[in-house]
């Protein structure tokens, strides 16, 4: 493993705190506290790991210009066996790896008249100097219409608890919203505000990173924190009525843990980054992340935590990640995002995937990002089925030739409409035996 020779000693298992309890008259919404044996991964209850270059079918690069793979290897992503979450930018040969994690919940937002908390107790990467030109930390939130879609950014809203470039003692709280470019948050750059960590530097020492969403004032408010001190506030009053509809009205946001390297943010203050100087192996540490709400009464309803191995059922779902299978085989894929499809898909082949959590809202549409270099006259059918591959299938759609084993499209159908979790079986129908498809991915929605 690469990860022995590029992170130094020093970086030994940090100081842990556990979650804070809820300040008098808050309740416990969500939180991690990442304990869990060194090395092993964040909980998959919890947390969805993004992978690769950008969202399937979303903008490249994440849509920042940033250059680093993400990875669910070990080295970029991991416990620490001490209570904390490392996120570890390595580089091999040319190229940079990292890793982004994300909630799978989507449904962060606070009751009307009250205040939802989001907060995280993190070390940035201790690296300054040119060494760390090209770093990029962040903790932050996304709308949760962003997943499936992509490209309804920055409407949806995103709210940035904690950004850091180059190594920079300075925190920087940013909102995300309306049109790109111009609008009422100046996009891109956002309605942001920075300044220095109290006491310790960022780099060296961990700091709380706070964001609070007040629905309990007429003009709501947003406002951030470092160690308790405000230096950031957004009121409501800023926003036309459709911007801000926009942004708070849906179900509400995921939380994300990244560390970038290169992009529109470093490059912007320092030109091209990250650089020969830019020395890897130095990680964001996460002791924890917790979400509080004011008041009394019922929060947020929780979706249902799926089974160990699970996986929201609205995500994007990697067709390679499979509990079984069988007749395919697995593949490198040129699709967007890279990684790997499933390939050799014919008449009476099946994939398997434990613990799809649909949540209480009904799913009603499937879709499925596919290829097809079949011959003429070889098509068939892309199935969904609940709880056995000879089960009735709830919906499916057919396919034949896309131009190519690797011309991607993505295709949707209509499911009945389905709650709870479930096994979901991948299954393929053909008049032919020979194969008539490739899978990348697949999620379900309304």
């Known amino acids: 493993m690469i990860l022995a020779a590029l992170v130094p000693t020093v970086l030994a298992i940090a100081a842990h705190a556990s979650v804070p309890p809820p300040p008098s008259g808050w309740s416990l919404v969500w939180s991690d506290d990442f304990n869990g044996g060194a090395g092993s991964p964040p909980s998959s209850a919890n947390w969805i790991v993004d992978l690769g270059h950008a969202y399937p079918g979303g903008p490249a690069n994440w849509g920042t210009g940033e250059i680093q793979r993400y990875t669910d290897n070990p080295a970029n992503l991991s416990l620490d066996g001490g209570g904390n979450l490392r996120i570890t930018p390595l580089k091999n040969g040319n190229e940079w790896t990292s890793a982004r994690i994300e909630t799978r919940r989507s449904d962060f937002k606070p009751a009307d008249g009250r205040i939802l908390r989001i907060e995280g107790r ?77 006491g310790s530097t960022c780099q060296s020492a961990f700091h709380t990173y706070r964001f609070e969403w007040d629905r309990s004032v007429s003009p709501n408010q947003l406002r951030w924190y470092v160690d308790g001190q405000q230096f950031h506030s957004v009121s409501q009053a800023q926003f036309d009525a459709t911007t801000w509809n926009t942004m708070t009205g849906h179900q509400g946001y995921f939380l994300l843990l990244n560390v970038a390297m290169g992009g529109a943010f470093p490059n912007a203050l320092a030109g091209q980054t990250p650089t020969a100087a830019t020395v890897p192996g130095r990680p964001m540490l996460v002791d924890y992340v917790a979400v509080w709400q004011s008041g009394s009464g019922p929060g947020p309803s929780p979706t249902p935590t799926p089974p160990p191995g699970g996986v929201d059922a609205r995500s994007t779902i990697q067709a390679e990640r499979y509990q079984a299978q069988s007749g395919t085989s697995v593949e490198t894929t040129t699709d967007t995002g890279g990684g790997q499809n499933v390939a050799q898909i014919g008449n009476g082949d099946w994939l398997r995937f434990d613990g799809v959590n649909f949540g209480s809202a009904a799913a009603t549409q499937f879709k499925a990002r596919v290829a097809s270099g079949a ?34 499209r993505t295709v949707p159908a209509n499911i009945s409409g389905v709650t709870g979790t479930h096994t979901v079986y991948i299954t393929f129908s053909s008049g032919q035996p020979a194969d008539f498809v490739n899978l990348n991915w697949f999620s379900f929605g309304t």
């Open 375 to 408: 011959a003429a006259g070889v098509s068939g059918l892309v199935q969904v089925r609940l709880g056995s591959p000879t089960a009735p299938p709830i919906g499916d759609f057919a396919l034949g030739n896309t131009g190519g084993w690797q011309s991607w």
């Open 122 to 198: 993190i070390q940035m990467p201790n690296v300054t100097g040119d060494a760390a030109l090209g770093y990029w930390p962040a903790f932050w939130a996304l709308g949760a219409p962003y997943r499936g879609s992509y490209w309804n950014w920055p409407g949806i809203g995103e709210f940035d608890i904690m950004e850091n470039v180059n190594g920079i003692n300075s925190v920087w709280g940013v909102l995300h919203c309306g049109v790109n470019p111009g609008g009422p948050c100046n996009e891109t750059t956002g309605l942001g505000a920075s300044r220095p960590c109290p």
